[in-house]
């Protein structure tokens, strides 16, 4: 007899919806979060500019039309403690708290194949055992610090901007060193330089930074959206990336260079990154097609900073539009005009150590009262792989992902059953809207969990060869476009030693969906189930 039908790790969007899903089918479940709140990517990341890049009316669940119509966005793009407010209404409005346990970190979850359960254990010393276990423990929610020699020696405070102090920090008359130039450091790094003494920024890799061009949303604006709400999330859920972006329906070389420009500047003049990933046809399969977008994104850069030297180490050179996170700031590259701020190159001269008083690279030594780390995550595999997950036979998910990570449709992994992974390697997560994708993978999950119970099955496991096949079309896809071309976190390449993989579905949330509905209406295609009845206390 299992103590609960599911146990749900995390408390994000993830683990928030699927709490809500779950138990709305029948089923009992709990969430283990490892922190004290809720909100997952949006209670962790309260550095000062920490802002989604997705807009307020896409990065919002679908599930309630009366949620989707009760709650206003202040903001075209919303600020961290708007979307924090919005998940704590969600968790109220449909009773969650009590099935969500705060302070608890999930340290193992060891499958028992005689009763067909999961056997959990926290860092409290405690253990359930459930059915069901449903990783909802985000693809970004492991950090990375890099390991300079001499950080423990350093006087002043360090930070990272995924454990910021929730009392905020203070850098008025302070140097401030900033490492970490992707889409947190471009964000974080105006607030800071709008009130610090000096910020160097340590740059090792120039990243793509399209405005936002982010403003209150209008009441009359608000107002037809939310008449069309319904029409609009169905076309969401049919798009590439999770949101409806309006394609040219052209390829860019095949277009003339002036309309071209001109069809860019409406988009730069509108703000947002997808646009300009969707604007042609070929952007992000024809590297000379992209070299268009690329080339008109650093003009911007060198139009807008004044020193042309610093404009130049800005632009981006090495890598595609969009096979990075582009970033999205008003502000980022202004600020460079600043006296107070400095541009540091750590790609020709990089980072030697860290002293008591500042920071060494191979060229100079900088005085600093701060460090900033604005280096990212392990991403996807990281907080799976901290957690002691053993599959069938004992097998650790780490050993059975060595050689890189794979699942089947991204939800499961052979070997281990009644386990799923929402927005996991091999599905469209984290380049699409996460929360449309979140919402589609927990709806999935429930509907299986529901159609076992029904059809006295005990077990569910993803074939080997079934994963086998997903995770080669996966790749297929993947390299007919340009996004594995750069040396990203999409492909480990932030963390030493990391397995190379680039694990995104990147075939389109729409294209996604149909499959993952044909694989349920085959009765879970690619899928054994087992026979057997596990009741729960
Ligand atoms: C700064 C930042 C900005 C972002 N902006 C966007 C954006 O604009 N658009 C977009 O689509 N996505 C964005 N993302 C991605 C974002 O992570 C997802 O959109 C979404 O919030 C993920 O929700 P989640 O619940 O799956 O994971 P998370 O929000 O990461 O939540 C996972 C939770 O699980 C908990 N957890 C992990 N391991 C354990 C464990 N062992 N035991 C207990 N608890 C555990 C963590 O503490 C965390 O609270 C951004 C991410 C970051 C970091």
């Known amino acids: 007899m299992a103590d609960l039908d ?58 309630s039309p009366e949620l989707e119509q009760e709650w206003s966005w202040s903001e075209r793009y919303p600020a961290q403690p708007e979307i924090l407010r919005y998940l704590h209404h969600v968790a109220g409005k449909f009773g969650l708290w009590p099935h969500i346990q705060l302070n608890t970190r999930v340290t193992a979850a060891v ?44 006087e002043g405070p360090w930070y990272h901007t995924s454990r910021w102090p929730k009392e905020g920090v203070d850098f008025n008359g302070k140097r401030v060193g900033l490492i970490g130039t992707g889409s947190t450091g471009i964000q974080v790094a105006p607030e800071i330089a709008a009130v610090a003494e000096h910020l160097y920024v340590f740059q090792r890799t120039a990243n793509f930074a399209v405005p936002n061009r982010n403003r209150p949303w209008e009441d009359a ?43 860019y500047m409406e988009r730069w003049k509108a703000g947002g990154g997808m646009p300009f990933l969707g604007a042609y046809t070929d952007v992000m399969f024809v590297r000379e097609a992209n070299d268009t977008v690329a080339e008109f ?166 074939d080997p060869a079934a994963q086998e096949t997903w995770m080669e079309l996966v790749t297929e896809i993947a390299y007919s476009t340009l996004f594995p071309m750069a040396d990203s976190w999409y492909v480990g390449a932030n963390i030493p030693g990391k397995p190379r993989a680039f694990t995104p579905y990147v075939g389109g949330v729409g294209s996604y969906r149909e499959r993952c509905d044909a694989v349920a209406a085959a009765g879970y295609e690619g899928f054994t189930l087992g026979p057997g009845s596990v009741s729960t206390a």
């Open 297 to 462: 994104m650093r003009d911007r850069i060198r139009e807008t900073v004044a020193d042309s030297e610093v404009a130049e180490l800005l632009c981006p050179k090495n890598f595609p539009v969009g096979a990075k996170r582009l970033c999205q700031s008003d502000d980022y590259y202004a600020m460079f005009n600043q006296p107070n701020v400095t541009l540091v190159d750590i790609r020709s001269a990089p980072v030697e150590s860290v002293y008591p008083g500042g920071l060494k690279t191979a060229a100079n030594s900088y005085e600093l009262d701060a460090i900033v780390f604005a280096t990212g995550f392990d991403a996807i595999t990281g907080p799976l792989f901290a957690i002691d997950i053993r599959g069938t036979g004992g097998v650790a998910l780490r050993e059975a992902w060595a050689r890189g990570p794979r699942a089947y449709l991204g939800v499961a992994a052979a070997g281990f059953p009644n386990m799923f992974i929402v927005t996991g390697p091999g599905s469209p997560g984290v380049l699409s809207n996460m929360v449309l994708s979140i919402e589609q993978h927990v709806e999935w999950i429930r509907d299986c969990i529901t159609h076992l119970t029904g059809g006295g099955y005990a077990t569910v496991e993803a």
């Open 221 to 263: 604006e608000e107002r037809t959206f939310k008449e069309s709400y319904r029409d609009y999330r169905e076309q969401a859920r049919k798009s590439i990336l999770g949101v409806p972006v309006a394609g040219t329906g052209k390829a860019a070389l095949e277009t003339p260079a002036d309309e071209r420009e001109q069809v």
């Open 6 to 63: 599911v146990v749900v790790v995390g408390a994000g969007f993830t683990g928030i919806y699927a709490v809500h899903a779950l138990r709305s089918a029948g089923l009992t479940v709990r969430a283990f979060e490892a922190g004290d709140g809720i909100g997952g990517t949006w209670f962790w990341n309260c550095y000062p500019g920490a802002r989604c890049d997705v807009e307020s009316k896409d990065y919002s669940y679908a599930f």
């Open 111 to 154: 499958w028992d194949a005689g009763p067909s359960t999961w056997t959990v254990s926290t860092d409290d010393g405690a253990s359930v055992t459930a059915r069901f276990v449903v990783m909802g423990v985000g693809n970004l929610s492991e950090l990375a610090v890099p390991d300079i020699p001499g950080l423990d020696t350093f």
